[in-house]
């Protein structure tokens, strides 16, 4: 059992910055594919940004390539998600993944935290 806790969301303004990180504990996460989703208000959950266990590939989807930035520490149990130029279509909850592959991640059977809210006002 993977339990993930995500941190670091909150206000920010448009064009500013901010970094997710999501701490996990009960085991290591070196074998899992991570990832970050996030849900809008009356929207779907979609996908963010993947990484593979090794951190040697890493997958966005295409509204925040050259924006966000997901990277892991496996000795730390922890992934992070850099978020420059932020844009108000960015606001969402953000939710970290722990799954077998990244272009598998978010199915029912993947580990999810609990979420961290992030606003960008205009």
């Known amino acids: 059992q993977v339990r993930l806790v995500e941190s670091g969301g909150g206000l920010v303004q448009a064009g500013g910055s901010l970094r997710l990180t999501c701490v996990a504990s009960g085991h290591m996460i070196t074998p899992y594919a991570m990832g970050w989703f996030r849900q809008a208000p009356g929207k779907i959950r979609e996908f963010v940004a993947g990484?593979?266990?090794?951190?040697?590939?890493?997958d966005y989807r295409s509204s925040v390539k050259g924006r966000f930035t997901i990277s892991r520490d496996n000795a730390k149990n922890t992934v992070y998600l850099q978020m420059n130029s932020l844009k108000p279509e960015d606001t969402a909850v953000y939710f970290c993944v722990a799954g077998t592959r990244v272009p598998a991640l978010g199915g029912t059977d993947d580990y999810w935290g609990q979420g961290t809210q992030v606003t960008v006002a205009s």
């Open positions: 990484i593979n266990w090794s951190g040697s590939t890493t």
